[in-house]
Structures are given as C-alpha cells and as structure tokens.
C-alpha cells in the first residue's frame, strides 16, 4: 500500500498585493522579528530591492512587477495620455536596481509588454495588477513542479548541502532549492540538510535556517571553508542551489562560493543540481562570461551584523555572485524539465522563453 504524501508547507509570502499596495517582509531583520513595508511608489520599490529587503531572483522578479504597477498607477494619474512613455522610464530604473537577477528585468520587460497592449485612453493598472498577479501565481506552481522534478533525483536517506537562500523567501511559493528539499522531506528521502552560512549578508544562517526550521526541518550550519572537509569525510550527497541568471550553454550566476562548492563537489564525488524557473534563463547571452556580477560596498564584507570587525585600513573585494561553468552542474531543473547536464542544446530544448 502507498503512502500518502502530505502536503508541502507553503505559508510564507515575502512579497505580496495588499488592498492597493505592495507588502515586503524586511528580510534584514530575519530572524530575530518579522517586519512589512508597506509600499506605494516605485522609487522605494527600486531602493528596497536595492537595499536586500527583499532578496532572491525570483523574488525580485515578482517584486519588480508589483513596482511597475504602482508607478503605472502613479503616472496614468498625471497624465492620461502619455503614461506609456513614462513608464519605460521608471521601468528602466527599477531594472538597474540589481544586476545579476535577470527575473528583475524580464518581469519588467513582460509588464511593459503588457502595458503597450493597454487600449489608448484606458486605466493601465487592473490589466498589469492581473499580470503581476500571474508571475506570482506562475512561480508558486513553478517551485511545485522543480521541487517534484529535483526531488526524483535524489536516493533515499539524502545529504544536501546548500547555500545562501534559495527558499520561500526567495520566490513566490515553496522556493527552488529548499523546495526540493521540502519535498525530499515529505516523501521521507531526507536525512540531513547542511546550509552555508554565506558571508557576508548570511543568508543561510540568517534566512535558510529560519525558514526550514518554521517548517520544521533541522538544519545544520557550516562555515563556507568547513565544505571541503565536509565533503571529505562522505557527508553530502548532493549540492542543491538556486540561480540568479543561467546562460544558453548552461553556465550559472548564483550566490558568491557557488563555484567554488561545485568544483569541490566535482572533487569529490559529489553530484550538484541547480533549481531554477525558466524566468531565471536568459537565452540572450552565450556563456556565463556575459553575465553581469553586481558588485556590492566594501563595507558588507568589512562589517558584520553593523560592527567593525576588520582591522582599520583593511580593503575588501565584495563580488555577490559568481559563476559556475555548465560542465561542473549534474542537473538543471526548470519546471519544463530537467537538463541532466546542461548544455546549448538541452536548455534550447526546454522551449522556454
Ligand atoms: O544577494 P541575494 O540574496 O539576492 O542572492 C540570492 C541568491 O543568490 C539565490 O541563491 C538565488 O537568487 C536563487 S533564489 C531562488
């Protein structure tokens, strides 16, 4: 007899339409309080992904859209006629708030698509807010169907180390890695999952770790220099990470240290699959040496937690991202399908975007 599934946790919402403005959870103050913004111009909406209130290229994505229809609304205010003109405007700044996410700019990208179809004269905003609505909705199912398609490659009693957040906070729904995870958990395959703590805004410590833990799924943390030697003794399984742009031939921006965990995984026998929704996919650009890596203040890597740790006059080199090649990732999950490896002509083959 087969056992049932039980449902996968799905509560958490850090970006969300409320009445008539956009609710952020502030993800810098995670874990210790759960605060919303409240927001009602693009101007902050550019600012707070700026700033890592909000975080995660999905995430962004969906942010970005709900942006582009308080400024649609703002400017079909002032001028009826010419709102359009304004907008690719506002939609080119919002855009520049991050560079490494592309969900950022092709969720910008699709609501200007939209807009252009508005009929002349017409109130803008029900027609966007129903197409930012649809990202959202798009990603929740998105997460379900990557966490299903990621989860069948994974054994029984698996280890998984992962790294930054690429959870519920991260996306609309249940999130690209950890909804693997999550779903590994509830068919019963799981036996420990690893989070690197990832310097220097600590996503994993911070945001990996809380989310799993609400939902009840323990969670052990590593420095990033202890994986290695966490490899080496035989105790992962699997890395399992997000993306933040994937190129056609299959190269990976993501986190800062996501490379450098592929090559020690490919080191050690290690397998490593990428979770990522075809909005992360950015068939534009060849190879991953195209991809823009945002760059970020020396002070994130000098401070922790808004202290002076390093010694006066120290520089810093603060890349968040960086790149991993195609030939050091096992499996590229999308929810059109699974790449296994990732090369020029399997991702064409998703027929994504
Ligand atoms: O700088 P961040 O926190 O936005 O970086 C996020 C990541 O690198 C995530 O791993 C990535 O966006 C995948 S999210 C599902």
Same mark, same amino acid.
């Given at each position: 007899?087969?056992?049932?599934?039980?449902?996968?946790?799905?509560?958490?919402?850090?970006?969300?339409?409320?009445?008539? #403005?956009?609710?952020?959870?502030?993800?810098?103050?995670?874990?210790?309080?759960?605060?919303? %913004? #409240?927001?009602?111009?693009?101007?902050?909406?550019?600012?707070?992904?700026?700033?890592? /209130?909000?975080?995660?290229?999905?995430?962004?994505?969906?942010?970005?859209?709900?942006?582009?229809?308080?400024? *649609?609304?703002?400017?079909?205010?002032?001028?009826?006629?010419?709102?359009?003109?304004?907008?690719?405007?506002?939609?080119?700044?919002?855009?520049?708030?991050?560079?490494?996410?592309?969900?950022? *700019?092709?969720?910008?990208?699709?609501?200007?698509?939209?807009?252009?179809?508005?009929?002349?004269?017409?109130?803008?905003?029900?027609?966007?807010?129903?197409?930012?609505?649809?990202?959202?909705?798009?990603?929740?199912?998105?997460?379900?169907?990557?966490?299903? %398609?990621?989860?069948?490659?994974?054994?029984?009693?698996?280890?998984?180390?992962?790294?930054?957040?690429?959870?519920?906070?991260?996306?609309?729904?249940?999130?690209?890695?950890?909804?693997?995870?999550?779903?590994?958990?509830?068919?019963?395959?799981?036996?420990?999952?690893?989070?690197?703590?990832?310097?220097?805004?600590?996503?994993?410590?911070?945001?990996?770790?809380?989310?799993?833990?609400?939902?009840?799924?323990?969670?052990? %943390?590593?420095?990033?220099?202890?994986?290695?030697?966490?490899?080496?003794?035989?105790?992962?399984?699997?890395?399992?990470?997000?993306?933040?742009?994937?190129?056609?031939?299959?190269?990976?921006?993501?986190?800062?240290?996501?490379?450098?965990?592929?090559?020690?995984?490919?080191?050690?026998?290690?397998?490593?699959?990428?979770? *990522?929704?075809?909005?992360?996919?950015?068939?534009?650009?060849?190879?991953?040496?195209?991809?823009?890596?945002?760059?970020?203040?020396?002070?994130?890597?000098?401070?922790?937690?808004?202290?002076?740790?390093?010694?006066?006059?120290?520089?810093?080199?603060?890349? /968040?991202?960086?790149?991993?090649?195609?030939?050091?990732?096992?499996?590229?999950?999308?929810?059109?399908?699974?790449?296994?490896?990732?090369?020029?002509?399997?991702?064409?083959?998703?027929?994504?975007?």
């Amino acid at each position: 007899m087969t056992r049932p599934i039980p449902e996968l946790p799905d509560t958490i919402r850090p970006v969300r339409w409320q009445d008539d #403005h956009l609710v952020l959870l502030d993800q810098r103050r995670l874990p210790d309080e759960s605060i919303d %913004l #409240h927001l009602t111009d693009v101007v902050a909406t550019g600012q707070a992904i700026r700033d890592m /209130v909000v975080r995660g290229a999905p995430a962004i994505g969906i942010t970005a859209a709900y942006g582009m229809v308080l400024a *649609a609304r703002r400017r079909y205010q002032v001028d009826a006629g010419g709102w359009l003109a304004a907008l690719v405007g506002d939609g080119r700044q919002l855009a520049a708030a991050r560079p490494t996410a592309v969900n950022l *700019a092709w969720a910008v990208e699709r609501l200007l698509a939209t807009a252009r179809g508005v009929a002349a004269g017409a109130d803008p905003v029900p027609v966007l807010l129903a197409e930012a609505d649809r990202i959202l909705a798009e990603d929740i199912a998105a997460n379900r169907t990557m966490a299903r %398609l990621g989860a069948a490659l994974l054994g029984q009693g698996v280890r998984i180390l992962t790294h930054c957040n690429a959870g519920a906070l991260a996306t609309g729904g249940i999130g690209t890695a950890l909804g693997v995870v999550r779903q590994a958990q509830v068919e019963g395959r799981l036996a420990k999952v690893y989070a690197g703590e990832t310097r220097p805004w600590l996503q994993g410590a911070r945001l990996t770790a809380w989310e799993l833990l609400r939902d009840g799924i323990p969670v052990t %943390l590593v420095a990033e220099g202890a994986a290695a030697w966490l490899m080496a003794q035989g105790h992962v399984d699997w890395v399992i990470v997000g993306a933040d742009r994937v190129a056609a031939n299959g190269d990976v921006a993501n986190k800062i240290g996501t490379y450098s965990l592929a090559v020690l995984a490919r080191q050690h026998g290690v397998r490593t699959m990428v979770v *990522a929704p075809t909005s992360t996919l950015d068939r534009s650009l060849a190879a991953g040496a195209q991809i823009p890596i945002e760059s970020r203040a020396a002070e994130e890597v000098l401070d922790c937690g808004g202290r002076r740790l390093a010694a006066a006059g120290a520089s810093a080199w603060n890349p /968040v991202f960086d790149v991993t090649p195609a030939a050091l990732v096992d499996a590229l999950v999308t929810e059109k399908g699974v790449c296994q490896p990732p090369s020029p002509a399997a991702l064409a083959a998703l027929g994504a975007r």
